[in-house]
């Protein structure tokens, strides 16, 4: 499947006192490709659905730097779908700068689940319906 893919512009509020961007900022930016991928597929990170609240959750967030991003560069994060298991979804994401170049490789699990009547979560077998939309290419 090819990568989906979105650009996002590094701004000063995104790095620290060098103009590099911080650490942290990476996974914002990962959730935010992630709710792109999904909302280009008609799908959503969390809705309320027949007052039953669903989402998938993060369970696991890593990050692998390789060089710098800084204050101005255009991110291009390329998202792929790595492993779909029965209740958990899992993605890649390559960062690259505007010159082609690597510059951090991130991993994220997301397990789907609905929200009980006790405030609590419980994860669930993806249904069939969103495994075949999540497996689709745009």
Request: net charge neutral; hydrophobic share 40%; charged share 25%.
């Amino acid at each position: 499947m090819t990568p989906f893919r979105i650009t996002r512009r590094v701004e000063f509020g995104d790095t620290d006192m060098a103009g590099i961007m911080h650490f942290s900022n990476f996974f914002r930016f990962m959730e935010v490709a992630e709710t792109d991928f999904l909302r280009a597929r008609g799908l959503s990170v969390s809705w309320i659905e027949d007052g039953v609240k669903w989402g998938f959750p993060r369970v696991s967030v890593t990050c692998d730097y390789q060089k710098p991003a800084k204050f101005s560069d255009v991110l291009t994060i390329a998202v792929s779908l790595e492993k779909l298991g029965k209740k958990s979804v899992s993605y890649r994401f390559d960062f690259t700068n505007q010159r082609g170049e690597p510059v951090a490789v991130g991993r994220m699990t997301s397990v789907y689940c609905r929200g009980t009547n006790s405030d609590q979560i419980e994860s669930l077998e993806i249904p069939t319906a969103v495994r075949e939309i999540l497996e689709r290419p745009l």
